[in-house]
């Protein structure tokens, strides 16, 4: 990281020059993160002390709304030579977030080989394999043998995004087999590459969701994993770093539906008007929600009127079971979303949250008893029972809710994140309270205990 001196050097036109050679030889990301934390009419400025290459490699790990802004702040010919050396896929996600008009100029004014490129990984929807690829690979003939094939990558693949596979295709570009770079340092020149290359080639469609790609790399140990498309041509490959980024992205997303952030993808230091856009459509929706639990709460006025005791127990039914919901309901989207689970294991998965529901509602519904017995006047020390009884319904109700949610929406091809957190908890409060209020009436007018 750059030390205080350093970051305060870019105020003053006298230390540019060490802050130029400060910049210019440390790593991308970090050169990244403290352009990121200058102050906006300042960013420009330190970015245009970078050289080519690193200006190209910090341009990635800049933020999208950083990388607008030094887009519209450079010279047309400074924008078009840093976007022309990115990679095609980095390239893809920083049009993604551009808008339309900053879009098209650029591509005009790419060369056609790269907008060609470009073109082809916008055309795949997003979310897919296609869509995070790149098309720089290693690849290489049948006939080969293996002193042809490093030659090859000498004299052509220097600027491939990873040279560790190598790809084998026939004339048609269907993908044949791999062969990694440790078996090209171990075999001898004459050897021919079909002799060691393996034919099991692990790969995915452009169409496969990046999630499954992120488990098939997790599960096989790779650092690249080829992309074919309908014809099981090889069109590019996903590496490591994509996954990592890809991880990130649907870990961030799931967590934040399951708070009820609209599209899961508000960033922490985003302006507070993206932060409203993002929030108060869930709050609105939670509220509505709300009004439907409180409307079934409302003809029971006279009920806790009559009992007083029930307005400090309710509101445990609503912590307590929400809480509850929410458990089962992370672990099934977790294990959804890392394929521990299918929806093939339902009843197995719902067989396991009874089973510990089970030994958490008696728990808690002891608990709620021993807790109403302490708050309750002795003429209403009866209703104890009842909340017991009730709290217990109430976590099987939750674990049963937050497992089968999810699998339903699972089956339905839908996100299972789409389940969060406030959805579930207004449901249980809603039906915790229903239960429980409809109960003490029931109990009132039977043994008219008032």
């Known amino acids: 990281m750059l030390v205080q001196d350093v970051r305060n050097s870019v105020i003053d036109v006298a230390d540019l020059n060490q802050l130029k050679w400060d910049l210019n030889r440390l790593q991308p990301v970090d050169v990244g993160e403290y352009i990121t934390q200058l102050p906006s009419k300042q960013r420009a400025i330190a970015f245009r002390l970078l050289n080519k290459h690193q200006a190209t490699d910090v341009f990635e790990y ?106 084998v295709t026939d004339d048609n570009r269907k993908l044949v087999s791999v062969v990694s770079l440790r078996q090209f340092l171990f075999t001898f020149p004459d050897v021919l590459i079909r002799d060691i290359a393996g034919d099991r080639v692990v790969k995915v469609k452009t169409e496969t969701p990046q999630e499954e790609v992120a488990r098939v790399m997790k599960r096989y140990d790779l650092i690249a994993l080829p992309v074919v498309d309908r014809e099981d041509r090889l069109v590019g490959i996903i590496t490591i770093d994509d996954v990592v980024d890809i991880i990130e992205e649907e870990a961030t997303e799931d967590i934040q539906k399951l708070a009820g952030v609209s599209g899961g993808d508000e960033a922490t230091l985003s302006s507070p008007l993206v932060t409203l856009k993002k929030r108060l459509p869930w709050l609105f929706g939670v509220m509505l929600l709300y009004i439907g639990a409180s409307s079934a709460i409302a003809p029971f006025q006279s009920t806790i009127s009559m009992v007083p005791v029930l307005a400090v127990i309710m509101p445990l039914f609503s912590n307590t079971g929400g809480t509850v919901g929410i458990q089962a309901l992370t672990v099934t989207i977790r294990g959804l979303g890392v394929g521990e689970v299918t929806p093939k294991d339902t009843l197995k998965l719902l067989r396991k949250e009874l089973t510990a529901g089970l030994g958490t509602a008696l728990a808690l519904g002891l608990t709620m008893i021993c807790l109403s017995l302490i708050w309750a006047p002795p003429e209403e020390r009866w209703v104890s029972l009842i909340a017991g009884t009730v709290m217990a319904i109430n976590t099987l109700v939750a674990v049963t809710l937050g497992t089968l949610l999810p699998m339903v929406l699972k089956r339905l091809k839908l996100d299972p994140a789409l389940v969060s957190g406030p959805l579930v908890t207004t449901m249980l409060d809603a039906i915790g309270f229903v239960i429980f209020l409809t109960l003490i009436s029931t109990a009132l007018r039977l043994f008219h205990l008032k």
């Open 62 to 167: 800049l933020p999208p709304e950083v990388q607008e802004e030094l887009i519209n702040s450079l010279h047309d010919v400074q924008v078009v030579q840093i976007v022309e050396n990115m990679s095609p896929d980095d390239r893809a996600e920083l049009f993604d977030e551009l808008p339309a008009k900053v879009v098209r100029r650029l591509l005009q004014q790419l060369s056609p080989e790269q907008r060609q490129v470009t073109a082809t990984i916008l055309g795949y929807p997003e979310g897919t394999a296609g869509r995070v690829m790149t098309t720089e690979y290693v690849r290489l003939r049948e006939g080969l043998t293996v002193g042809e094939a490093l030659s090859k990558i000498r004299r052509q693949d220097e600027d491939k995004e990873t040279i560790y596979y190598a790809y």
